[in-house]
């Protein structure tokens, strides 16, 4: 048996399965510190005899085995969550090998294997929600360099008629700061999901998101491009963006067609955790 745990922002999602992504017990743990949220997560896991544990996380984080502070939640403004031994406090208490790696490139894991981009040894996931960050399988592994990509945060070409000033703390306007879930909220005065009939709202965010999405295809050429996130439950944004890409990239790269080029997640709310399950599997195959 296999242990996964999906630790995001709000809440963190812990599970059971088996090495072909079979989910077969799950719970949902509110992520308040650490002291309060990982002994709920370590409960959870006590009843069960597990091979290993994969745990995707919000980050950034330090994925470096050579790292002294490999397994460490690094720079995150969540309170007490910076500079957290993650995988040291899970390994202590269950003694079973880990796999780590943020939440993005667990889905982009997850989607690989048997979602979206099943079968394709290529492939980018973006999520869009409270952050934006994303994660590409690139020639068949997890895209990795000294660290994880923090893709959320590139730089994008503001809109003339766009005066919100931005919502990255470390950034300011980013695209992060420009177009996650709070950044919609702090820019129009309300949460997305009470802004559906604002045309203008998604318009905004399209052209922002095709920005990012031209980056990176020219940069990485994903094979396919799988969007998820709350934000992306707003389905005109998936349109939107289709519509300011084609502008901007102006047929100087040849792509797919691009209903079948840019998805929302095979596994849906899934991708994560199944990826979770994936980065556990090759825990206990090391
Ligand atoms: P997290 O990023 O914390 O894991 P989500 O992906 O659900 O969680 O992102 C939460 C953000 O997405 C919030 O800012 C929220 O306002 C926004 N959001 C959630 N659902 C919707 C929706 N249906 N339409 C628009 N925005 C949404
Ligand atoms: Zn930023």
């Not at 922002?9 to 002291?35: L, M, Y």
């Not at 993005?104 to 989607?111: C, D, K, P």
């Not at 766009?162 to 919502?167: A, F, I, L, S, W």
């Not at 306007?173 to 996650?180: P, V």
Request: with cysteine; net charge negative; proline share 5%.
């Amino acid at each position: 048996m296999l242990g996964a745990i999906e630790a995001g922002g709000t809440k963190f999602v812990c599970a059971v399965g088996d090495s072909n992504g079979k989910i077969v017990e799950r719970v949902q743990i509110p992520t308040a510190v650490p002291e309060e949220t990982i002994p709920k997560v370590l409960e959870f896991f006590q009843s069960y005899s597990l091979d290993a544990v994969g745990i995707g996380s919000f980050g950034p984080i330090d994925v470096n085995p050579e790292s002294p502070t490999y397994g460490y939640i690094t720079s995150t403004p969540k309170e007490g969550w910076m500079n957290y031994p993650f995988v040291q406090s899970i390994k202590e208490a269950l003694s079973v090998p880990i796999g780590f790696n943020t939440d993005v490139n667990a889905a982009a894991l997850g989607e690989a294997t048997y979602g979206a981009a099943k079968d394709l040894d290529s492939c980018l996931y973006i999520t869009v929600g409270t952050g934006i960050g994303a994660g590409a399988i690139v020639q068949g592994k997890l895209l990795q360099g000294w660290s994880h990509p923090e893709m959320g945060h590139i730089l994008v070409r503001r809109h003339p008629g766009d005066q919100y000033e931005g919502k990255c703390g470390y950034h300011q306007d980013c695209l992060e700061g420009l177009a996650s879930g709070p950044a919609i909220e702090a820019r129009w005065g309300d949460k997305g999901v009470n802004l559906v009939d604002r045309e203008e709202v998604w318009e905004l965010e399209g052209y922002y998101l095709a920005q990012a999405l031209m980056q990176y295809i020219l940069i990485l050429s994903p094979k396919k491009i799988i969007l998820g996130g709350g934000v992306m439950k707003q389905k005109q944004v998936f349109t939107n963006i289709r519509k300011y890409l084609v502008e901007l990239l102006n047929d100087y790269v040849t792509l797919p067609d691009l209903h079948s080029y840019i998805v929302s997640p095979g596994l849906g709310d899934d991708a994560g955790i199944t990826g979770a399950l994936m980065l556990a599997r090759e825990a206990a195959e090391k």
